[in-house]
């Protein structure tokens, strides 16, 4: 922790200092038209190739205006500068009030709750209806599950662990662990010989390359899980869904199953944008959401409004961010062309 501050107040120095410098040297309309060619130029690039190691540390802090907590913070950051002397000028009030109402409102359950169901219905109610029509109108069909075996489960699986690190027992799930286990009760019901596990290595982990490939950790869960494993395949480059269908396509290409019906497990936020980016790839899908957020809302039981739902809370806050999460990178994928089955 410490050489990290260290490394990132002596950027931060070196930043000023170039600053400083550019400034003296550069005219203050240059230096701006400077700064926007090279912000483009980031936005560009990361919107071709966003996993780029140079692109995707500024990347990561250009998206945070567009998460509850950040725009929030920027705004409060805005209305602050203009408070001199005791008094604040305008519009230093309207943007203070606007980061609390956005911090707010991002922040009850009762709201989170609300876009979480809303995203997690859709993708269902998407996928029953395609699975009525595809017949007449997909190039990719996709296939009601029973309807037919499936050569492979596929279980994308970044960010469901955390690492076996020396202080920690064992390795362990995070709130999307729930997708481990629904993977093992698949395949021990007979839905598929083969399971292959996408997931790359964690970005925020140094230490040995098998270590920090997260595929072999939940390989490790699935068998303890009662999953053979010889019949557990291993994508490690699985960083995003573009990615992980590319690459599971391959090993289903080079075990002659490419022609098979996959089974797809994932969250059900982003089941949908799954499923057609895998459709995207060539696959043939059968989308097994899981990790819901929310009940149906005219099953039983299903989740009552309380009073703690209208109070503030970080897990409210959290969910929030992973809709608007999955909203922005839908937008990006079908921006990119990977939402829309290929033409055949």
Do not use: H
């Amino acid at each position: 922790m410490f050489l990290l501050i260290t490394r990132i107040l002596l950027w931060l120095l070196i930043g000023i200092l170039l600053y400083n410098l550019l400034v003296r040297l550069i005219p203050r309309r240059w230096l701006a038209i400077v700064g926007a060619i090279l912000l483009l130029s980031i936005i560009i690039v990361g919107f071709i190739d966003p996993n780029t190691p140079v692109v995707l540390p500024a990347w990561s802090l250009l998206s945070v205006l567009f998460r509850p907590l950040g725009l929030a913070i920027f705004l409060l950051f805005l209305g602050a500068i203009r408070i001199k002397k005791g008094g604040i000028s305008k519009p230093g009030p309207g943007l203070i009030w606007a980061a609390f109402i956005i911090l707010l409102f991002s922040s009850l359950p009762v709201v989170a709750y609300s876009l979480a169901q809303a995203a997690e219905q859709e993708a269902i109610r998407v996928e029953q209806l395609r699975t009525e029509i595809c017949e007449v109108e997909c190039p990719v069909p996709l296939t009601p599950f029973g309807a037919q075996d499936a050569g492979a489960i596929v279980l994308l699986a970044q960010g469901t662990t955390e690492p076996y690190l020396p202080y920690r027992t064992q390795i362990q799930l995070t709130d999307r662990g729930s997708l481990l286990l629904y993977t093992a009760q698949l395949y021990q019901e007979g839905s598929a010989p083969l399971v292959i596990v996408s997931a790359g290595p964690r970005a925020n982990l140094e230490g040995p390359a098998e270590r920090r490939i997260e595929a072999n950790d939940v390989a490790d869960l699935l068998e303890r899980f009662g999953v053979p494993r010889n019949r557990i395949e291993i994508e490690p480059t699985g960083v995003d869904l573009r990615t992980s269908a590319i690459q599971v396509r391959e090993i289903l290409t080079q075990r002659g199953l490419a022609d098979e019906p996959v089974i797809l497990v994932t969250s059900a936020i982003n089941v949908r944008r799954a499923t057609l980016t895998f459709a995207n790839a060539g696959l043939e899908v059968v989308p097994r959401p899981t990790d819901f957020y929310t009940f149906q809302p005219l099953a039983t039981p299903r989740r009552r409004l309380d009073f703690v739902d209208f109070l503030p809370s970080v897990q409210a806050l959290t969910v929030t961010t992973r809709v608007i999460d999955e909203y922005l990178a839908s937008v990006y994928y079908f921006l990119r062309g990977w939402l829309s089955p290929p033409v055949v």
